[in-house]
């Protein structure tokens, strides 16, 4: 499933274009936990493949809020697995102040013994939505799910916070996207830069890389992407006169 979903931003960024999906992270829970919980709820034994909804939980991270939405219309439209249900913590936070976009699916696993069907779940949110929740689950680890009220207020106060921090992000999502897009270009140009540099000293061509070297360090410093890609056709021109 990770795979998957890895491969969808991989499509994104293939063509050219800005994924909704930023990471994925997933688990199989461990058997510890399975048992634990089984007992909190009074799940039997031989019910939890069928009654135990995350134990497999996938984690889908998005830069901005509207992004979630995106990201479920994907997965609304996928054949390979069978959505069960889902929450809309986003828009609905819990009283806690947790935000999140909940899916529980159906995915059919190959096993040895032929096809198994498990029961797993989608968490899709925010880099600031996952932040807090790391957060919360650590305090509710370490205060067996009896955190103190003035803690659990200040818990609250930064989940608004959070979801105030997305908002304001979305306000200039095409300004941050625009400036990721400028800074993959540069990156990309000045890799090359090194590649081409990295080639002229494999041809001899010693003085002339480290020349090229020290105009890259001063162009790293606050030049432009056409400066740079000047500097880079000027070593692709060094490069084919020494190379024939």
């Known amino acids: 499933m990770k795979i998957k979903l890895k491969s969808i931003r991989k499509e994104y960024r293939r063509r050219n274009e800005y994924s909704p999906i930023e990471f994925v992270t997933g688990r199989v829970k461990e058997v510890s936990s399975m048992l634990e919980k089984a007992n909190k709820f009074g799940i039997p034994i ?3 493949e069928y009654e135990l909804e995350d134990i497999a939980g996938i984690r889908v991270m998005c ?18 697995m069978q959505i069960l249900y889902e929450k809309d913590y ?4 819990k009283p806690s102040g947790y935000r999140s ?4 699916i159906k995915y059919p696993v190959n096993m040895a013994e032929g096809q198994k069907e498990i029961l797993a779940e989608f968490q899709i949110r925010t880099l600031s939505m996952n932040f807090w929740a790391t957060i919360e689950h650590s ?6 799910q009896e955190i103190p009220s003035e803690i659990k207020n200040k818990l609250r106060n930064a989940a608004d916070a959070a979801f105030q921090l997305d908002e304001g992000m979305l306000e200039i999502k095409e300004e941050i ?8 270009v540069k990156s990309d140009v000045i890799s090359n830069i090194m590649n081409n540099i990295l080639t002229l000293s494999s041809l001899g061509k010693i003085a002339e890389a480290s020349r090229y070297q020290l105009l890259l360090n001063k162009l790293i410093e606050e030049g432009d992407v056409w400066e740079f890609n000047n500097l880079l056709h000027s070593i692709q021109r060094d490069i084919e006169k020494y190379d024939n």
């Not at 976009?101 to 529980?104: L, T, V």
């Not at 305090?139 to 067996?144: A, G, H, I, Q, T």
């Open 63 to 80: 830069q901005f809020v509207d992004d979630i939405e995106t990201v479920v219309q994907l997965l609304r439209k996928r054949t390979d």
């Open 90 to 93: 986003v828009t609905n936070g």
């Open 101 to 104: 976009y909940h899916m529980i």
């Open 46 to 48: 031989n019910r939890l």
């Open 177 to 184: 996207k625009d400036a990721q897009k400028l800074f993959e």
């Open 139 to 144: 305090l509710n680890y370490k205060y067996k």
